[in-house]
Structure formats: structure tokens, C-alpha cells
């Protein structure tokens, strides 16, 4: 007899949410996390997505720490010495709790979903490192943990993006570096008032800015900033493929990044108080590891399920989905007495029925588009300064029309190119 | 504020004697060092002036970015997650 029904691996948003909905169905877990409290090893850029947590827990927003709901989009194309902004502000259409998203800071927000499924009835040992899987007769059978082997009829892989045990499992294979992406994240303090004004915020707004071009140092990659309650976070994620091959380095751009004139007035004053990184998976489906095996599934970023759009980013609403699947199938195995692959593979059959793998099919050629069109990370931001330049710019020099001040900028680039990768980006993103 | 003094701001444990992260040079050739240097968004991969390669795991934000940018190379590094209850504990992530 197992010592549980189940075990998770990782109190991240896709154990948690996998554990508490397991326990509420009246099966026994136990969840296994290395940091000292959930959320400890965790990092976002930030923000939640918050559709698929709200179908589990209807209105969490009102109990979980988020920081702020996020009205106010910006995407920012940015060369050395400008910036031009797409800036989307609406308090009324995000208003709906289906379609919110909040600025979050991990820490704290998992320790609250924790805390749920703990109160669902979860068993949760911290500070615990998962170091192997428990064999027996070939048969996955639980998780030595320390000294501690402990068993049960299915084990729950959400042990986040380096999950070595879902290597050594054969579930998946080492990550490439075109597949994933080196995030680094400062979190600065500033007074919620400063926040407000700089961002054009009231109390309990948030704003999300996503920059391409110079803040990458024209890799595949990009800035982000979001603002907290009383603090912002500011941080690069690049391809580590490009990252390898730079002759800059990571924590150098990244301060090149905060000097920049559009981004220094906006965390001016403000006091650094965590600095972070983590791996982000934006290989797409074609890096879609194995989701099941006998007695065994994998979750959330274990299982690469992220999408970065370059408008959106998204993550952890994929995680906590993952997190709903994995327990449902688990709790119809467990009423059907089966935890065989063939019973566990309705797992996968139901994340592509739901929005998880239907949205990461729409958008699979979305990774490809963005690794190889070096243009948008380059040419395209100094062409939209060029083009704002000679809108803005009088000088008492005779003016033109404005076809007549695009047209050589464009064909610096090359109408073509233009037209190949509009054409090419509209279809894959 | 250089790298140093945004990582003094982080929590750590440092599991002393038993570093999570071990590298092979001999098993790098030059491009690889260098990437090392470049990819750690904490700067802990350096360069001494004879070119051997030196890591400081003391301040190591449990990225897993040095793994994968030696996938290339078996050997090159052996990475794990620290043991429970060591490395870095953020308080806001």
C-alpha cells in the first residue's frame, strides 16, 4: 500500500493548483518542495493571467497577494537614444475577472496557493529536495527525498523548467539553448504615489511594458517592466543561444538596459532590493517533451508550457491549467485503479482540448518567427526612430510629405523584407 | 550598482564544501569558457588573466542557464539543484 495517492513535485503554480484540486477530489498528497517555503526558488517577470486560477478558485484575486490588475499595455521599440511606445490603456475592458491579469511577485503568491491546498487537505514538506524517483520492478513507485523514501500511485513532475528528474526519467531531454530563454529580474522599490504618477496609475492599477531592440542589445530577446504595489520589476529575457554568443555581458547589458533615457527616469529614486534570474521555455511545441509515462506526468514549465509572443507573455496561466488536467486525470485513474501510461494519457488528449495546447498549436511557428527575423530586434526599432524623427523633427529646412520622408528610410530596409516578415508575423504571432 | 552589489541584496545559504555546480575546463574549448562569462546573469563565471576559467558559487541564482549553454559538451559541468534548505531564497521573486 502507497504511502499516498499522490505525490507533487514542486509547489509552484502547477503543483499547487495539481495538489489542491487532487485533495479536494478526497485523494491523499503529498507535495515535496526544495525551497524552505513555496515560492522561495520561484521567479516571474511578472504577470498572472488570471482566467484559468479564476475557473478554480472564483474571485481569488480578492484573497491572493496579487499586486496590481493590469490596465495600462505598453510595447516599446527602442534603439540607443529613443524609444517609440505603443501605449493601451482601459480600466473598463480588463475589467472582467475572465480576461484579468495582475503583476504578482512569486514569493508571496505561492505561498498563498500553497496555503490552499494545504487547507484542501494537502500534506506539504519544505524544505524537501525530490533526488530521485523510486523504482520498483521497473515501475515508478514514489521520491527519495533526503533519507526519506516515500511512495505513492502516481508522481506529479512540477519541478519547474530544470527538472533533471523529468531528464532522467526519459520524459524529456536536455534543453536546447535555441528553446529557452535567460531571464534576469531587478525588483526596486519606489513609494506606491511615485508609482502611480509615473505610470499614470490609480491605487491598485497596474502597467506592463514589454520592450524590443536596443534593451536586448538587438538579440533575440527583450525588456520588461512591471509595476508592484510599492515596487517595479525590471529585467531582460534573451535567448541563451544569442546570450552564448555575446560580447556583452548578461548583468552588464541589463544595466545598460536600466540607463537607457526612457527607462532611468522611470526607476529613478529607487531602491534595488532582489535581484533574480530564471530560465524561461519559449521553444513552443517543438520542445514538447513526453507529458506521461507509467505512474508519472510531467506540469507547468517542467513540461515547457509558455508561450512568448513578444506582445504577451504567458506562463503561469498555462502551469495552473496543467496543474487542473493533471489532477483530473489523476483522480480518473485513481477511479478506475489504473495509473498505467495508457490510463495517465488522457492527460495529454485533455490540455489539447483546452485552450493549453490548442493556443501553443495556433502559435507554434511563433518561436521560429522570432529566432530568425533578426530584423525586428535590430532594423525595425531604428527604422520607427528614423520615421518618428522626421515626423517630429522641424528645423526650418524644407519640409516634405510624409510618403516622400518614409520612403528611403523604408528602403533602407527593404520593402520587401517589410512585407515578407509583416506578412510572416501577422500569420505566426 | 554592479552585479556584487545587487546579489549582497538577495538572501543565500551557502552550502560550504559541497557546491551544486562543478566545472570541467578541460572539457570547454575557448568559445565555451567565454559563454560561460557571458550567459551568468549573476557574473559569477570569470576569467583569470592565465585564462583559466573560475567560479564563485557563493550568490548562484539557481538559473540553470550555464547548464544549458554547455548541453553542447558532456562533462563541462555538473549541475544540480542545491540540497534543501541551501542557495538562494527569494523574498519577492
Redesign the interface.
Known sequence: MADYDAIVVGAGLSGSTAAYCMAKAGLSVLVLE???AA??????GGRLYGHSLEKIIPGFASEAPVERKIVRERVTMMTEDSCFTADFHSASRFADPACASYSV????F?AWLAGKAEEAGCDIV????ADELLEENGKITGVK??DDELTAEVVLLADG??S?LGQKAGLKK????HH?A???K??IELPKGVINDRFGLNDGEGAANLFAGFASGGMVGGGFLYTNKE?LCLGLVIT?AD?????????DL??KFRDHPAVKPLVAGGK????????VPEGGLAMLPALSADNLLLLGDAAGFCMNLGYTVRGMDLAIASGQLAAETVVEAKGKGDFSNAALSGYKSKLEQSFVLKDMQTHKHAPDFIEHTPRMFKEYPALAADVFTQLFRVDGTPSKLMLKKALPLISKVGFLNLIKDGLKGTRAL | MNVEQKLSQNKFVVDEGNPHIVTHQEKMDPAAVKALTMVCPAGLYTQDDSGKLVFEVAGCLECGTCRVAMAHLPGALEWNHPRASFGVQFRYG
Do not use: F, Q
Not at chain 1, 519544505?126 to 529536495?129: E, G
Open positions: 526544495r525551497g524552505d515560492g522561495v526558488k520561484n521567479v516571474t511577485l512569486r514569493a508571496e505561492d519544505c524544505p524537501a529536495h527525498a533526503g523548467v530544470n533533471l536536455e534543453l536546447s539553448p529557452v535567460v531571464g534576469a531587478e525588483v515596487s541563451v546570450m552564448a554568443k555575446s560580447s556583452i555581458r548578461l548583468p541589463l544595466e534595488l532590493v532582489e535581484y533574480s534570474a530564471h530560465l
